[in-house]
């Protein structure tokens, strides 16, 4: 079994960052992490990956260039550094872990954290 917590959302002004961590126990090798997020009224959409074994990453277009996914296994954390936030940005973050293969698909999804709220204010 999976556990996923996650921490680190917040209140931020435009063009400011934060950083969210998420905790992982159970199995996790040969698994993908990332984050999703879903804004009130849309879908959950997702936002960032990567492969624990590898270290390979992939990111929306809506963040390349402004998010940050990193990794540490000893620790068994994946982080999300987001730096230039826009309002659009705001949404709950969702830790998301799928055991075998990345996907750009909520529903394809394995392991969902609680969530966690980030709020950029214009």
């Known amino acids: 079994q999976v556990q996923l917590v996650e921490s680190g959302g917040g209140l931020v002004q435009d063009g400011g960052s934060l950083r969210l961590s998420c905790a992982a126990s159970?199995?996790?090798?040969?698994?993908?992490m990332g984050w999703f997020r879903q804004a009130p009224g849309k879908e959950r959409e997702f936002v960032a990956t990567?492969?624990?074994?590898?270290?390979?990453?992939r990111y929306a277009d809506s963040v390349k260039g402004r998010f940050t996914i990193s990794r540490d296994n000893a620790n068994n954390t994946v982080y999300l550094q987001m730096n230039s936030l826009k309002p659009e940005d705001t949404a709950v973050y969702y830790c998301?872990?799928?055991?075998?293969?990345?996907?750009?698909?909520?529903?394809?999804?394995?392991?969902w954290g609680q969530g966690t709220q980030v709020t950029v204010s214009s």
């Open positions: 998301a872990l799928r055991l075998s293969g990345w996907t750009y698909y909520a529903q394809n999804v394995d392991y």
């Open positions: 159970g199995r996790t090798f040969s698994s993908f």
């Open positions: 990567i492969s624990w074994s590898t270290g390979n990453t």
